[in-house]
Structure formats: C-alpha cells, structure tokens
C-alpha cells in the first residue's frame, strides 16, 4: 500500500494477476492511495494476516481508506478504481483467486457504502495499475494491450 498527498507523485502496482489493486482519491484534499491485495479473507492465514495486514482485502482495504483519511481524505469524495482479478491461468485455475478477491473486495464495499467509479477485472491477463495524485487519473496497462484510463 503506498499513500500520498505529494503532487508530483504518481503511484503504481505491477503484476496484478488474480490480485486485486484499489486506487482511491480525494479530489478535494488531492489524496490517495493504492492497495494491491493478493487474497480475500485474513482467516485463512491469521498468522500471516498478523505480519502483512496489506495482503489481504479485509484487512488491507481499512487500512487503505484510514490512511487516507489521515491525511485529509473524506470518504464521501473519495473516487474508487479497481482492476485486476484475472484468471491467469485460464479456464484450468481451480481456485478462482480472482474472482474470490473481486467477491471479497464487494462485500466489503457494499457493506461500508463505498461505490466503485470505474473498473477493469476479470479476463486472463495481468495488469498495471496507475494513480497520480495531482488529477487523480488512473489508467491501466494490460499485457499486450494498449494502455487505458480507468
């Protein structure tokens, strides 16, 4: 998770593949954050939900949002990007990672009221995601695609 409120700044993850990555931005107070969270539900590691809170989206998305709170956020202006989520291995992932992430990171949502603006999910390939803080765009690179605004 990484967390601005410098102008210049444009945050990024790489290699979201079943992995889900939230860009979120306050337009107003010109702050926001990207998570890149890996599984959906902390109880499956508690151990390792202990050690890296961030890997997880139950645990990983309130600290995204307080972070951002803390530096002058306000949810109710807060703009939400999400993309990731993929099958990487196709048809043959027995877990579906992906699609559990994406399930886990809309209850969580729903729960809390927060709405989604925009977002790329699902698919076979793995993706970029970007955020610059200054405007709040956010754009993705999806492998051996053209690059997009989310």
Same mark, same amino acid.
């Given at each position: 998770?990484?967390?601005?409120?410098?102008?210049?700044?444009?945050?990024?993850?790489?290699?979201?593949?079943?992995?889900?990555?939230?860009?979120?931005?306050?337009?107003?107070?010109?702050?926001?954050?990207?998570?890149?969270?890996?599984?959906?539900?902390?109880?499956?590691?508690?151990?390792?939900?202990?050690?890296?809170?961030?890997?997880?989206?139950?645990?990983?998305?309130?600290?995204?949002? /307080? #972070?951002?709170?803390?530096? @002058?956020?306000?949810?109710?202006?807060?703009?939400? $990007?999400?993309?990731?989520?993929?099958? +990487? =291995?196709?048809? /043959? #992932?027995?877990?579906?990672? @992906?699609?559990?992430?994406?399930?886990?990171?809309? $209850?969580?949502?729903?729960?809390?009221? +927060? =709405?989604?603006?925009?977002?790329?999910?699902?698919?076979?390939?793995?993706?970029?995601?970007?955020?610059?803080?200054?405007?709040?765009?956010?754009?993705?690179?999806?492998?051996?695609?053209?690059?997009?605004?989310?």
């Amino acid at each position: 998770m990484k967390v601005s409120n410098q102008p210049g700044e444009v945050l990024v993850t790489h290699a979201l593949g079943s992995c889900i990555g939230v860009a979120i931005h306050d337009p107003v107070a010109k702050v926001g954050g990207i998570l890149h969270f890996m599984l959906p539900d902390s109880s499956l590691d508690p151990v390792k939900a202990q050690e890296q809170p961030l890997m997880f989206a139950d645990t990983g998305l309130p600290l995204l949002f /307080r #972070e951002c709170y803390r530096l @002058g956020g306000l949810k109710s202006r807060l703009r939400v $990007k999400v993309a990731g989520g993929s099958q +990487v =291995l196709g048809s /043959r #992932e027995f877990f579906q990672i @992906g699609r559990r992430n994406y399930a886990a990171l809309r $209850k969580i949502f729903l729960k809390n009221n +927060v =709405l989604i603006d925009n977002q790329s999910v699902g698919g076979a390939k793995a993706r970029t995601l970007f955020l610059e803080i200054a405007t709040g765009n956010v754009w993705i690179k999806v492998m051996g695609q053209e690059t997009i605004e989310l």
